[in-house]
């Protein structure tokens, strides 16, 4: 079992390992990484990567449509009450290769691009959350990814086959303690005398998929290794089949929305794995985990795009049939407010979202900073617009389809739809978490030039070289941060309608690069410990990529001839120009420091006054009961 009485990692410790797993090396180019250090790299993106590839389209329709057909059978409301996938769907989605998408035709998958992966997910979270799980956990973080990724030969051979023929995986990391601190993790493996086996030990929280897969990626420490004289915590991935003696499911968890995940608490206790399981290598499983959902977290864009479309067919329906104060609810100004911003930034996710796709389809260019910006902005406006679909319906947004359904309505499930949605802002890196790994990543140029020069901890010798190597970047750099074709009023004339924003886009770019630049002047190291500061930086990086790929989808879109994209990248471009201006405004925060001390105030218990007049809903721990649904589970044979 895991060791509860070990100590929790400290801070230092869990910067530490977060930073040894990271890709710490930049070898392609990516637009934002150019874009947090002020230069507009428009040539990266415009014109667009090829979103559209006849071939592999023709190749993806079959499955396409077997999905779609799928898709319309199936009753989402039942999955929703029952809190289970009925098997012969899970079946179906079996046959028609559902589970190996993107695993090779040599090894009996369909073969498909990650673009297709990603519309078949949209397709499927357009209908019904839970399906959404089942499919992309398998196949954006569970085995085939990091399969196809840092599997050798044999196992790609070995594991391959049997995944593309519908054997479920799921993707084990999160523990108690480590949720978005891995540095905590207590599950652990040691390799047996002699050499052929590693012994995992531990339990692993929330695992999607767990209570039906077979095949597991389990993230486990095994033995700290000595660097320059420091112990260095060491996190190695294997694959572990869940027929192994000593794996079990102890919990099924159960959520606010997708009702039906198959998700648990799994527990190993002496599984004995073989040494050929190991997935890369030893002591490289948490780079395989962040490196994996690089790839993996451009599922989630694409799923809250899709979520977005259908809460805009909901908004546009519902807002010419309703009819309050003598007109269609549509046309009062503040619903038209509602359902043009839907529109318009549901234009913007799916162009963020397949943006990211298509740099990863194109190859040679590194997405990781895209996919993050990708997950944490479609997941937050896609909550908004949820949360803006619910009023517009009013209080049939907030009555379950099924209710409405009886009394004679459409039974519409935006109730179903916001318990679904919310968790996309929580799992596969949390916002929060999301945020510091876009900063930490943005801000690495900076780091790696200067950061030597402001450490304390540095030697004579290293802030030597970093002021050798500042004095050499820094001049040219800052100089050109405050002229740039932005500036002429008639630069981007390609764009047409929309060139105006994109001078705003250059200019602003420029004055980002500036701000994070004159912040670090500001803070020095404590730059780090001032989230707010480096969130708002983060969210103007946000908004200025999301810009930028409203503009570059319209322009191919309306060569295409769908003119009609102009007026939303247009729309939306203008309210992210507001944002922008805001975050520039407050960037330092003019209320931070009062924030922070109510906060520690709070915490500290110096305002449990205000507390007093609630029953309130802090339910005692009950540690004699755990797991009592296993029961239920285990005596209904499950
Ligand atoms: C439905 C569901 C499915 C899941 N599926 C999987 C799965 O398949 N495999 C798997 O391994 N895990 C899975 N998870 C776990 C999920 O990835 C974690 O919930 C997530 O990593 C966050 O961890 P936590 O919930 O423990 O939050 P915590 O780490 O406890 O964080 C709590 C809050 O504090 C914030 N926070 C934490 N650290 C910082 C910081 N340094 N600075 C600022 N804010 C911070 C977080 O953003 C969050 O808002 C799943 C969870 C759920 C609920």
Not at 156 to 164: D, G, T, Y
Not at 278 to 285: C, E, I, M, S, T
Not at 334 to 347: E, M, Q, S, V
Not at 363 to 371: K, T, V
Request: aromatic share 8%; charged share 25%; net charge positive.
């Amino acid at each position: 079992m895991a060791d509860s009485t070990q100590a929790l990692a400290s801070e230092k410790e869990a910067r530490d390992v977060a930073e040894a797993a990271r890709e710490s090396e930049w070898e392609n180019p990516s637009f934002v990484r150019e874009l947090f250090l002020g230069r507009l790299r428009l040539d990266l993106i415009d014109p667009h990567p090829p979103v559209r590839d006849a071939a592999e389209e023709a190749r993806a329709k079959p499955f396409m449509d077997r999905l779609r057909s799928l898709l319309e059978r199936v009753d989402s409301e039942e999955i929703d009450r029952s809190g289970e996938i009925p098997e012969p769907i899970v079946q179906e989605l079996r046959e028609m290769g559902a589970f190996g998408i993107k695993i090779p035709t040599e090894y009996g998958g369909l073969g498909l691009s990650q673009m297709s992966y990603v519309r078949a997910m949209q397709l499927v979270t357009s209908k019904d959350g839970s399906l959404t799980a089942l499919l992309s956990a398998h196949q954006s973080i569970g085995l085939p990814q990091p399969l196809k990724l840092f599997g050798t030969p044999e196992q790609k051979q070995r594991f391959f086959p049997r995944l593309a023929k519908g054997a479920i995986s799921a993707f084990a990391l999160t523990e108690l303690d480590a949720g978005s601190d891995p540095a905590n993790m207590r599950t652990s493996a040691t390799l047996s005398p002699d050499g052929k086996h590693w012994i995992i030990n531990g339990e692993k929280l929330w695992c999607t998929n767990g209570t039906r897969a077979e095949l597991f990626v389990v993230m486990a420490r095994t033995p700290d290794v000595e660097v320059n004289g420091k112990k260095k915590k060491q996190i190695t991935a294997f694959i572990v089949e869940a027929s192994m003696p000593g794996v079990s499911v102890k919990h099924r968890c159960r959520f606010m929305g997708l009702k039906a995940i198959e998700n648990g608490v799994i527990s190993f206790e002496n599984v004995k794995v073989p040494a050929e399981n190991v997935l890369w290598g030893v002591g490289k499983g948490l780079k395989l985990a962040l490196v994996t959902l690089n790839t993996g977290r451009l599922t989630l864009p694409a799923s809250c795009a899709g979520v977005g479309k259908a809460m805009l067919q909901v908004m546009r329906t519902w807002g010419n049939e309703r009819v309050q104060w003598g007109q269609p609810i549509g046309k009062h100004e503040a619903i038209a407010k509602k359902i043009a911003r839907c529109a318009a930034d549901t234009f913007a996710m799916e162009a963020v979202g397949e943006l990211a796709c298509a740099l990863y389809e194109r190859g040679g260019y590194d997405i990781r900073l895209e996919a993050a910006i990708a997950k944490m902005w479609n997941t937050e406006v896609g909550w908004r617009i949820v949360d803006d679909a619910l009023q517009v319906r009013g209080g049939r947004g907030y009555e379950t389809a099924e209710s409405l359904a009886r009394r004679g309505e459409r039974g519409i499930p935006v109730e179903r739809a916001m318990r679904d949605f919310r968790i996309n802002l929580i799992f596969e890196g949390s916002s929060e978490i999301m945020r510091l790994f876009i900063a930490r990543e943005a801000g690495d140029h900076h780091f790696r030039t200067a950061f030597a020069l402001v450490a304390p901890d540095s030697s004579m010798g290293e802030r030597a070289a970093a002021a050798g190597r500042a004095a050499k970047f820094y001049p040219a750099w800052y100089a050109a941060r405050w002229i740039g074709k932005g500036q002429l009023p008639i630069s981007y004339g390609s764009f047409g309608k929309l060139a105006s924003h994109v001078r705003y886009i250059e200019r602003n770019t420029r004055h980002l690069g500036r701000s994070i630049f004159h912040a670090m002047v500001r803070f020095g190291p404590k730059l780090e410990r001032r989230q707010l500061v480096l969130f708002r930086a983060v969210d103007i990086g946000a908004e200025l990529f999301a810009m930028s790929a409203a503009c570059v989808r319209a322009k191919m879109l309306a060569r295409a001839g769908q003119k009609e994209a102009i007026e939303l990248a247009d729309y939306f471009c203008r309210e992210a120009r507001t944002r922008i201006d805001q975050h520039f405004r407050e960037l330092y925060g003019a209320n931070d420091g009062a924030m922070y001390r109510v906060a520690k105030h709070v915490l500290g218990n110096e305002h449990t006054w205000l507390e007093k007049g609630i029953v309130g809903l802090m339910a005692a721990r009950a540690p004699e009961a755990p797991y009592r649904e296993e029961r239920a589970l285990a005596a209904a044979g499950r």
